[in-house]
């Protein structure tokens, strides 16, 4: 069997906690694994990332990178202004690309990405981490055939000024969407400005009912007190609370509770869920690497899950216009 060669394009401060370790451990645990390259327009960024996490070369052009190394897949890490056009282009060439969320900034990039992907005949993933969450995955397990009725998704976040909130709620958003296992059917915003805080700051408040018929309530609070990300879902025979971890919250290493009437029926920390408690693993960023590399090492049909993401990228957009409807 020939080597699975992987390269990396960005190597910012995502790649560093969330993507580097899941690739370090991914070759670990599979011999036939080549850490390829990494490409960072900062030269010291690259090497850095080559070090730390053992890739052969460090390169500042991707496209020398990838005409010289020739990679089974290629791991895109960069800021969302610049996804589309480095994505197509990575396309072009042939190979395999798992894109860092956002997958675009709006349906048009996500279009063009699709289109690149289908006529270049290869596969391609939006890394939505919450979806490879072991905790979601539980969630969504202990859930299986009962009847959503409401979900509350709660984001809190703590001094975060973003001039554009929407790329980091869309995280959230994706997370709803996925745990209802359907799309959005409307949305109606509440938008609370502080302007003290910056022009464009805001708390998010979100109702949306579901496709299934189920209703949705988002809270997104970039300005809040502490940094956490917590769901409550009410089905037809129980309640269900997941307390999710990522980057050392408070609520690592995580938890998910199913109640039915006065009896917690099941009781899940999330350090069951995963080799070890850290961050990469218990936020979902080993699975969605490693369950990508398998599906290519499979030869799996060709695969492309960005479909899923264009109504995330449409509603995260909303936010961004400060839209106060969204309808499907």
């Known amino acids: 069997m020939s080597a699975f060669r992987i390269c990396v394009v960005g190597c910012g401060n995502m790649a560093l906690t969330g993507h580097g370790p899941a690739y370090r451990k991914y070759a670990s645990e599979h011999a036939d694994t080549v850490l390829a390259g990494c490409c960072d327009l900062d030269r010291a960024k690259a090497e850095r990332f080559r070090n730390e996490f053992g890739f052969e070369r460090a390169y500042t052009d991707y496209r020398t990178m990838l005409d010289e190394l020739h990679p089974d897949v290629v791991c895109l890490l960069s800021p969302v202004q610049y996804t589309c056009e480095l994505a197509v282009e990575i396309l072009k060439k042939g190979y395999a690309v798992l894109l860092e969320k956002p997958p675009g900034r709006n ?23 919450r979806r490879y969450t072991p905790l979601v995955m539980k969630l969504r397990q202990l859930m299986k055939g009962e ?11 703590r001094n975060r000024r973003d001039a554009d909130f929407s790329t980091t709620a869309i995280h959230a958003i994706d997370a709803v969407k996925h745990i209802a296992g359907c799309e959005y059917e409307s949305v109606d915003f509440l938008y609370q400005n502080l302007p003290e805080h910056g022009g464009q700051v805001a708390n998010i408040y979100m109702t949306a009912r579901m496709e299934n018929g189920s209703v949705a309530q988002l809270t997104l609070v970039p300005m809040g007190g502490t940094t956490v990300e917590r769901v409550t879902v009410n089905t037809d025979r129980a309640s269900y609370f997941a307390e999710l971890p990522f980057w050392s919250n408070p609520d690592c290493p995580g938890r998910v509770r199913r109640m039915a009437g006065n009896e917690v029926t099941d009781d899940i ?13 218990e936020s979902g960023f080993y ?10 090492r499979n030869n799996a049909p060709v695969h492309c899950d960005l479909q899923a993401a264009i109504q995330p990228v ?12 969204y309808e499907k």
């Open 107 to 129: 349906t048009e990039e996500i279009s063009r990405i699709l289109s690149q992907a289908q006529e270049a005949g290869v596969s391609v993933r939006s890394a939505f981490n």
């Open 147 to 157: 009847r959503i009725l409401n979900i509350t998704y709660q984001m809190y976040r």
């Open 269 to 281: 920390p999330g350090d069951r869920l995963v080799d070890e408690c850290t961050p990469f693993e």
């Open 287 to 296: 699975e969605e690497n490693r369950s990508f590399f398998e599906q290519l």
């Open 314 to 325: 449409e509603i995260a957009d909303c936010i961004r216009r400060r839209i106060a409807r």
